[in-house]
C-alpha cells in the first residue's frame, strides 16, 4: 500500500482505537466490577493507538523530494475488524453491568475467553506496527532504528494503565487531619504537594497555630532563618509542607488576608536568589497569586509580578514559573468551577466553608507529579486530587456518611461519583 494512503487509513484507526479507549476507560470508572474484565484490553488498545499514531507521524520519512511515496504492507482492514471487536465486547460488559455485579461475573465467564483472544489479537496488532516501524527505520536517513526503538518504548509507558491513588492512599490516615499521622509524608520516594486551605484562628491547635504564626511574620520581615527553621518545623513536628503557607485570620474575616507566601515575600523583599531557590526547591509555587489591592497595579500578583513591578529584574528569571503540565486557560478555569462546584457540596453544610481557601488548580500545571493533598484538619476530612489530561480525580476522605471515601471525576463541564480513577502512562 501507498505510504500516505497507509497514514491516513492509520488516522482512522487510530481514532477508533481512540474511541475504544475512552469508552472502556469510562467503563471501568463507572461500572462496579468492570476494572477486572477490562484492564488489560485498555491497555493494549491504548498501546495500539499509540503505535499507529507513532506509524502516522514518521511514514513522511518514506516520500522522496519529489513527492513519490514508498510502498509499506500495513493492513488496515485487520485493525479495523480488531477494534470492532472489542467495541463490541466493551459494550456486551457494558450491558451486564447494568444489571447486577453477579450477573456481570456471571457473563464474565462467557466473555473471558472472547477477551482473552481479543489481546492476542491486539499484540499481533502492535506486533504488525512495530515490523513497519523497523522497516522506515531501514529506509529512511532521518530516522534509526535504535530511535524507533526508544520511541515505542515510550509508546508502551504511555499506554500503562494504574488506579490514581495507588501509591499516595496508603500515607494517608483515615481522619485526614490527625497530625500525629503521615498523611503529609512522601508518597514513595516523592515529596506530597498540599494545599494548606483553611485560614482561621478558631478550631486550630494552639501549637500549630503558633508556628505558623510565627513562619509569616519571619517571611514578612525577611529573616530566612527562621523561616527555613520553621519549614522544618512544618515538616517534622506537623508533617506538613508549610513553603506555601499563609497568614491565618479570624473566622468571618479572612477574605480580607493577603495570602501571601513565603515565596511572596521573599520577592517583596528583593530576598538573596539562595533564598528563592531553596523555596523553589521544597515546593513554593511560582503559578499561585496573593491579594495585592492597593500597593500594586494588579490585585492578583504572582511572586514574579511582584519583582518585575518592583523592578528587581535580576530575580525575576527563576520566579518565572515553569509549567509541565500545560492546560489552556478557559479549560483549566472550566475544570476549576466544578472542581469547586464538588468540594462544595462534600463541604455542604459546613460552618468553616467560608474560611477555605479552595484549591487552585494552576498549582498542579507547575508540579512534576500533578498531585495534590488538601487537608481541612479540624474536619478531619482531607480531599487528594490530581490532574489526568484535562480531568480531575479526587479522592474525598473522611467523609461524615458512607462511603467514608468517594472518588469523583471532574470535567470541564461535570463532576461524576467513580468507582475508580483510572489514569493512563502516568
Not at 477490562?38 to 519529489?66: K, T
Not at 500515607?171 to 487531619?177: D, I, K, M, R
Amino acid at each position: 500500500m501507498d505510504v500516505l494512503a497507509a497514514a491516513q487509513m492509520a488516522t482512522e484507526m487510530a481514532g477508533l482505537f481512540l474511541t475504544i479507549v475512552e469508552k472502556t476507560k469510562e467503563l471501568i470508572e463507572t461500572m462496579k466490577g468492570a476494572r477486572e474484565a477490562l484492564m488489560e484490553l485498555l491497555s493494549r488498545s491504548e498501546r495500539v493507538r499509540l503505535n499507529l499514531e507513532l506509524f502516522r507521524a514518521l511514514s513522511r520519512q518514506l516520500v522522496d523530494l519529489h513527492g513519490k511515496a514508498m510502498a509499506v504492507a500495513f493492513n488496515g482492514a485487520a485493525y479495523s475488524q480488531t477494534g470492532n471487536e472489542v467495541l463490541t465486547l466493551v459494550h456486551k460488559v457494558a450491558d451486564s453491568s447494568k444489571h447486577s455485579d453477579l450477573w456481570m461475573k456471571i457473563n464474565w465467564v462467557y466473555y473471558k475467553g472472547d477477551a482473552e483472544a481479543l489481546v492476542k489479537k491486539l499484540e499481533a496488532r502492535e506486533q504488525d506496527l512495530g515490523f513497519v516501524l523497523t522497516f522506515i527505520a531501514a529506509q529512511s536517513s532521518v530516522v534509526t532504528e535504535n530511535e524507533i526503538l526508544a520511541m515505542k518504548a515510550r509508546a508502551e509507558t504511555g499506554a500503562r494503565v494504574t488506579s490514581a491513588f495507588d501509591d499516595t492512599e496508603e500515607s494517608l490516615h483515615p481522619t485526614a487531619g490527625d497530625s500525629s499521622q503521615s498523611h503529609g509524608k512522601e508518597s514513595k520516594c516523592r515529596q506530597q504537594a498540599i494545599w494548606l486551605g483553611y485560614l482561621a484562628r478558631e478550631h486550630t491547635d494552639p501549637t500549630y497555630l503558633k508556628e505558623r504564626q510565627k513562619l509569616s511574620e519571619a517571611a514578612k520581615w525577611g529573616r530566612w532563618d527562621q523561616v527555613s527553621s520553621s519549614l522544618k518545623t512544618g515538616s517534622t513536628q506537623f508533617h506538613e509542607n508549610w513553603c506555601n503557607a499563609t497568614k491565618i485570620g479570624t473566622a468571618g474575616k479572612t477574605r480580607d488576608l493577603s495570602l501571601w507566601t513565603p515565596l511572596h515575600q521573599a520577592a517583596y523583599t528583593h530576598a538573596p536568589r539562595k533564598v528563592i531557590e531553596d523555596l523553589i526547591q521544597r515546593g513554593a509555587y511560582r503559578t499561585v497569586p496573593a491579594n495585592t489591592r492597593g500597593e500594586f497595579r494588579h490585585s492578583d500578583m504572582t511572586p514574579v509580578d511582584i519583582a518585575r513591578d518592583l523592578g528587581y529584574r535580576d530575580i525575576c528569571d527563576i520566579l518565572t514559573p515553569v509549567i509541565r503540565h500545560y492546560i489552556a486557560p478557559r479549560t483549566l478555569t472550566k475544570l476549576e468551577n466544578h472542581f469547586h462546584d464538588l468540594l462544595r457540596h462534600e463541604l455542604k453544610g459546613c460552618s468553616l466553608l467560608n474560611d477555605l481557601r479552595l484549591p487552585q488548580l494552576v498549582a498542579l500545571t507547575e508540579l512534576e507529579y500533578p498531585e495534590m493533598w488538601f487537608p481541612i484538619r479540624c474536619l478531619k476530612r482531607g480531599f487528594l486530587f490530581r490532574l489526568d489530561d484535562r480531568d480531575v480525580v479526587v479522592l474525598s476522605t473522611g467523609r461524615p456518611k458512607d462511603p467514608r471515601r468517594q472518588l469523583f471525576r471532574v470535567t470541564t463541564t461535570k463532576w461524576t461519583r467513580i468507582h475508580d480513577a483510572i489514569v493512563l502512562g502516568q
